[in-house]
């Protein structure tokens, strides 16, 4: 059995008389360590699969699985457990908390969790040892993005859920934030998960899924990923 | 803050309106116990004699007893006649006792001295050394003696000074005193030394009333039903004990007319209490509900970090609950003190008022503390629940609006006629009906608190123009012996001066003009 694994997924949403299944029929495997992109226009299915996987939604039927545990069968209690512990998240427009400076958003996240990174160290990781008083809104985005990279590493958790993380980044600052989450999967062998729009990105991934319709219609394994340093787009 | 605010001010107003009227009877109690207020007025047919005296005492709930001299005659002050009501005692008075507020109390030795009391309704303003004459017609009193009639001098002196000035806890309303010489209004009130009296023959000093108090007055509120009650058994016992008229403290004009006006506060502290509650509630509300859609992306990533939604509330309880206490430790101080004084200075339009006395009614600071503090828990949790019941997944994008209904009024025919900004505005108010309802609420409560508010303020001071316009309709009273009250002459006169008589009481007629 794999480290992640999805069944059957699907998700449906009722608006009005129509049904809209977000995700539909969903099966997927990752293993541990593993650097995956997800990818596929908008509309996908891409966010709905990441959320029921991080705990952040349930599903309508089928099975999820994260390191034997049925995340599927949870409770609302349960889940806030899950991502607690196991989960960090890093979001398209970063989601730190504006009155609270990179180092205090970074503990925010800690204070809660059981065997949690040291923030400080953490952030020296991503290159921020020195901006670690400044707000988010007296740094630029790539570096917001960085500081919620920390704040999702610190939690030490099982598996990295990032939806389009270089989404509101430039070229440049994209590709250094991919970097270090390359790094970080490298290094510490947690499990990375990249949604994407950007089919080039593919190229960096151990394993890549295309979506569409609410389905996974392709999956492709790389047995000798690119660098990011490499890529062009 | 807004919070703090509305809570301040709705548990500060109702903490005030709730101690106002007990301040009120508090501050007069003490001013009463102070200045040993009479329980009783004894008057009398004909003059008390000592065995009056010997019975009133032996009277087993009766505490002092105090005989005095009290006569209404005219006196011509500057070239004018007036109405003077004289009380005279050997001794300065230790039932209803006077507070000298100018100039200097008496000697007791010099006959000519007198003391007046601080005017009030439309008195005529006595002024140190002020020389008062008793008029040639007020000089003498005609007695009863032998089956025939004589007449014999009231005073030894027919002169006086005002020595000084002096407040009497039995005067003290903006009612005029009535009396039966002259134009029936007292003009002036003045306490003499028994010397300026004239001894009467056989009988010496006469004593034409006697005030007494009662033992355990001072364990009972003034102004209260508890009074009443008590009062009510000593006054039998002192009707039984003798042949006299027994006029406790409600046939005083001062006394009667605050008692009244004291409870009108708290009738309208009942009323008010669900009104705060309610606009407090709202206020508390919305702007907490504000605060949780404000906050609607910070909580999503509280969830999404593995915050509980329970952590996540409290964060808004204790934001709640900090902003209920801070409202509460303002609003106790402030009720207790800023409202029951504005109320008190209030009631000084009509009223003579002794000094202040606070009150603190803990059961009802506690009372309000804690629905204060339980609705706000409880408005705080009904604000975050519908976020919290969201999925972190959804609460992370913003607020799904809901489906743009169409609203009735675009079903009228002039809908289309209206111009673009109209239509969209009017959506708007109707779509969001809580924000638009809550709003509409909160200013109207407000609105209506501040109107009531003013509007008490307004009908305290109004009681004196109701009393005299609306209540007091009657032109005049014609104080009559009881004889005279069934003669032709009397119904001629009023026939003859357009007056119709509406009540008769005994000694009195109360007429109408019919012009
Ligand atoms: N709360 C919701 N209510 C109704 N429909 C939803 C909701 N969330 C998502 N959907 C629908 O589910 C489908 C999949 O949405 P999802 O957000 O997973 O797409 P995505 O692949 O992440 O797209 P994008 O690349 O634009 O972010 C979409 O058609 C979307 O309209
Ligand atoms: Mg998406």
Redesign the pocket.
């Known amino acids: 059995m794999s480290f992640i694994e999805l069944k059957k997924v699907r ?1 449906t ?1 009722i ?1 009005g008389d129509n049904k ?4 539909d029929g969903v099966n997927l495997s990752i293993e541990k360590g593993e650097f995956c992109v997800v990818v ?12 029921v996987l991080g705990g952040m939604d349930t599903v309508t039927s089928g099975r999820v699985v994260l390191d034997g545990k049925v995340i599927s069968k949870m409770n609302a209690k349960q889940l806030t457990e899950y991502r607690r512990h196991d989960v960090g998240f890093v979001f398209q427009f970063y989601n730190l908390v504006q009155n609270l400076t990179a180092l205090e958003n970074v503990e925010l996240a800690v204070e809660i969790c059981k065997k949690p990174l040291d923030p400080k160290e953490t952030l020296r990781l991503v290159g921020l040892g020195d901006r670690m008083k400044n707000f988010p809104a007296q740094l630029s985005g790539g570096e917001q993005q960085r500081v919620s990279i920390a704040r999702a590493i610190a939690k030490n958790p099982k598996i990295l859920l990032c ?2 993380p270089t989404g509101a980044l430039d070229f440049t600052t994209g590709k250094s934030v991919l970097a270090l989450l390359q790094k970080v999967c490298r290094e510490t062998g947690k499990t990375v998960i990249i ?1 994407t ?1 950007n089919q080039e990105l593919t190229k960096m991934a151990d394993r890549v899924f295309g ?1 569409r319709n ?1 389905k996974v219609i392709y999956e492709a394994v790389n047995d000798n990923p690119t660098p990011v340093e490499e890529l062009v787009w | 803050m807004a919070i703090a605010g509305i809570i301040a001010l709705g548990v500060a107003f109702l903490i005030g309106l709730t101690v106002s009227t007990p301040d009120i009877k508090k501050s007069f109690t003490e001013y009463f116990i102070q200045s040993n207020l009479a329980d009783f007025s004894l008057r009398s047919e004909s003059a008390f004699s000592e065995e009056d005296l010997e019975r009133i005492n032996g009277v087993d709930e009766v505490e002092d007893v105090l005989p005095l001299f009290s006569y209404d005659v005219t006196c011509e002050v500057k070239g004018k006649e007036y109405n003077v009501r004289f009380y005279a005692t050997d001794e300065a008075p230790n039932i209803n006792k006077l507070t000298l507020e100018s100039g200097e109390m008496l000697d007791y030795e010099t006959a000519s001295q007198v003391v007046a009391i601080t005017p009030f309704a439309s008195m005529e303003v006595p002024e140190l050394g002020d020389k008062l004459v008793v008029t040639e017609d007020s000089r003498n009193l005609t007695v009863e003696m032998f089956g025939r009639e004589f007449s014999v001098p009231l005073f030894d002196t027919y002169e006086f000074e005002i020595m000084g000035t002096a407040t009497s806890p039995s005067y003290y309303s903006f009612f005029d005193e009535t009396c039966l010489i002259g134009d029936g209004k007292v003009d002036y009130i003045l306490f003499a030394d028994l010397s300026a009296i004239a001894d009467i023959p056989t009988i010496g000093k006469m004593t034409t009333e006697v005030w007494v108090t009662a033992e355990d007055t001072a364990k009972y509120t003034a102004l209260t039903q508890d009074y009443d009650k008590y009062i009510r058994g000593v006054e039998e016992d002192l009707n039984d004990a003798g042949d006299w008229y027994v006029l406790n403290r409600k046939t005083n004009l001062s006394y009667y007319s605050l008692s009244m006006n004291a409870d009108k506060v708290a009738n309208v502290a009942t009323v008010f209490p669900i009104f705060f509650i309610a606009v407090a509630a709202l206020v508390a509300f919305s702007t907490i509900v504000r605060m949780v859609d404000e906050d609607r992306s910070q909580i999503g990533t509280l969830r999404s970090l593995g915050y509980s939604g329970s952590a996540i509330a409290s964060k808004y309880i204790f934001y709640g609950l900090s902003a209920c206490i801070l409202g509460l430790l303002l609003a106790v101080p402030l009720g207790l003190t800023i409202l029951p004084i504005v109320i008190w200075n209030a009631y000084g339009s009509m009223y003579t008022l002794p000094a202040f006395h606070f009150t603190a009614d803990f059961a009802m600071i506690g009372i309000c503390s804690a629905v204060s503090i339980v609705a706000t828990l409880l408005v705080t949790i009904i604000a975050c629940a519908s976020s919290l019941k969201e999925t972190p ?2 609460i992370l ?1 913003p607020r ?1 609006p809901k489906p743009g209904k169409r609203i009735l009024l675009e079903r009228l025919p002039f809908w289309g006629l209206l111009p673009f900004k109209h239509k969209a505005s009017l959506r708007n108010v109707f779509r969001f009906k809580r924000n638009f309802l809550m709003t509409v609420l909160a200013v109207a409560g407000c609105g209506a608190l501040i109107i009531a508010g003013m509007g008490m303020l307004n009908s305290v001071a109004a009681v004196t123009d109701l009393q005299f316009n609306e209540i007091y309709s009657y032109d005049l009273t014609i104080g009559v012996s009881s004889d005279y009250a069934e003669s032709a002459e009397l119904s001629e006169f009023l026939s003859d001066k357009k007056y119709m008589e509406v009540r008769k009481e005994r000694g009195s007629i109360i007429v109408v003009n019919l012009n």
Request: charged share 15%.
């Open positions: 998700k949403y608006m809209i299944h977000a995700a596929g226009p908008s509309g996908a299915g891409k966010t709905t699969v990441l959320n939806d389009e949604i729009h979506m609410g | 997944a959804s994008q799904a």
